[in-house]
């Protein structure tokens, strides 16, 4: 099997958020796109990605169809000159670089945030709708599962997923380190800008909260966001209510004057402990409000810091992750060149069988049942150690780069080129 492995590539690292979200697709349009490519192509694996941050179509074919995939995505996004924009485009037309990048995104290598903890999923989502429509074949689903066996190696071996290296990351986590011992605390995200939407969203993603309440100034962003993230809002007119009601309040507002005042928050009823994360810039919670009893603010330098500390470590871990991922490339490579040969073994195999079924029928008239089983048995084990020596030759032929004269060899022998390449009983 000659796999022919490419794929198209529009990321963050060249086209800017205005192209991305256009062309970014949702579950049903990633499962239509699949299936609009499958029916106006021969490709027989294929696999679809879109994420905030980048939108790839992975492909196996002996042709350059960059082209008809961008305007296929056109189509299914209704960007009919989508074409015209190729330019913010990666192709990569090469296998061994296809190949290289799928791995550098499923780890997160390729993340806007290095080592994107969502990603490995999103790829899992991607690959199980290929499978579900039989798009995926021995070459990807063997790439898949080796990529999946390195992301466990690179958390195990490696520093690469410790801590969060993203704001929004580091305050979920802040929030499960402060919440550890209330795990029914109220939550509630005051401000819906890009950084409290995405703090939202990693929210949803996070079982460890279940009680999470929007409020933001504009209410159709509140009840879109709360519908995506199956979460509650209420309107902004109830603020004080709803952070007297929260345990912890995360706040992203764009003031010119902090929102939480030391005077307004005084005025709560505190009967332990209020947690307060300021992720503005102003300042959205007065510093001051700290001289209160029971009231513990946090601000964005706090946050930054940590994050900054979670992106050292994994920066540091780089090199070692590069080293896991080319280990698993290279064994990825061995079996792709093996699968090269398959099926001239199959047919070879065909071949001796075909033979070695005319001759037992020549004689097995003459045997009883006992007799004939036991034949069988005998000219199976003889043709499985005869078999055996070309196969290992072929194989490491491959691994040398020299099969297809071997191929060629075999081919003469036995006359494959007529042999199917699967055994029949």
Not at 88 to 105: C, M, R
Not at 207 to 236: D, G, H, Q
Not at 306 to 322: D, G, K, M, Q, T
Request: negative net charge.
């Amino acid at each position: 099997m000659i796999s022919n492995f490419k794929s198209i590539s529009l990321t963050y690292r060249k086209a800017p958020l205005e192209i991305r979200e256009r062309v970014a697709l949702k579950e049903t349009e990633c499962k239509s796109l699949l299936q609009k490519i499958r029916d106006f192509t021969e490709i027989s694996e294929l696999l679809i990605l879109s994420t905030c941050n980048r939108t790839e179509i992975y492909y196996t074919s002996n042709e350059d169809l960059s082209s008809v995939l961008i305007k296929l995505l056109g189509i299914e996004k209704n960007i009919p000159a989508l074409i015209d924009q190729i330019d913010y485009f990666e192709i990569y037309n090469q296998q061994s670089d296809a190949v290289l990048h799928l791995f550098e995104v499923g780890i997160g290598l390729d993340s806007q945030v290095v080592g994107d903890m969502q990603i490995v999923n999103q790829v899992k989502y991607a690959y199980q709708w290929s499978a579900d429509l039989n798009l995926s074949g021995p070459f990807l689903h063997r790439l898949m599962h080796t990529i999946f066996f390195t992301n466990k190696r690179v958390v195990q071996e490696t520093a690469f997923r410790d801590g969060a290296a993203s704001v929004s990351y580091a305050t979920v986590e802040l929030a499960e380190e402060l919440l550890s011992i209330q795990p029914n605390a109220n939550i509630l995200l005051v401000g819906l800008g890009e950084i409290g939407a995405d703090v939202c969203r990693n929210f949803k993603s996070n079982t460890a909260f279940k009680n999470i309440t929007l409020i933001n100034r504009s209410i159709e962003k509140s009840e879109a966001l709360a519908l995506e993230c199956n979460i509650e809002y209420v309107p902004f007119e109830t603020l004080w209510d709803a952070v007297s009601n929260a345990d912890l309040v995360i706040s992203s507002v764009a003031m010119d004057q902090p929102l939480f005042s030391k005077e307004e928050i005084q005025k709560l009823s505190i009967l332990s402990h209020k947690y307060f994360i300021d992720l503005s810039v102003p300042r959205s919670v007065d510093p001051k409000a700290e001289e209160l009893p029971g009231i513990i603010v946090y601000d964005i330098d706090h946050i930054q810091n940590r994050s900054n500390e979670a992106l050292a470590n994994r920066l540091n871990a780089i090199p070692h992750v590069r080293k896991i991922i080319l280990d698993s490339i290279v064994e990825f490579n061995e079996w792709s060149k093996e699968m090269e040969v398959s099926p001239t073994i199959n047919k070879l195999k065909n071949a001796l069988e075909q033979i070695r079924k005319e001759e037992l029928s020549r004689f097995v008239k003459q045997l009883n049942d006992e007799e004939t089983k036991k034949i069988d048995e005998i000219t199976k084990s003889i043709m499985q150690k005869i078999i055996k020596l070309p196969v290992l030759q072929l194989k490491a032929a491959c691994k040398r780069g020299e099969a297809d004269t071997l191929i060629d060899v075999l081919n003469d022998m036995f006359n494959l080129d007529k042999q199917p390449e699967h055994l029949r009983d």
